[in-house]
């Protein structure tokens, strides 16, 4: 199974970055992000929306 890793990626003034094949994950680890450092409370639409899908290229198997 291909699953694509998941990149979310904060402000550039704050420069945080979070990588992760697990799309729950990376949305619960982005929530708390945004709630510890920047005292906001994003809904799963404004975090998908920061949601990249990154390409897996090296190494990969069919
Ligand atoms: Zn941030």
């Known amino acids: 199974m291909n699953e694509e890793l998941k990149l ?8 945080f970055q979070l990588r992760s094949h697990d ?13 510890n ?12 929306a920061k949601m990249t899908i990154v390409p897996q290229t090296a ?3 069919r």
């Open 37 to 48: 450092k920047h005292n906001m409370t994003p809904s799963d639409a404004e975090l998908r």
């Open 23 to 35: 799309e729950k994950e990376i949305m619960d680890l982005g929530r708390i992000h945004m709630k």
């Open 8 to 15: 979310i990626q904060c402000d550039d003034k704050c420069g």
């Open 59 to 61: 190494g990969s198997k």
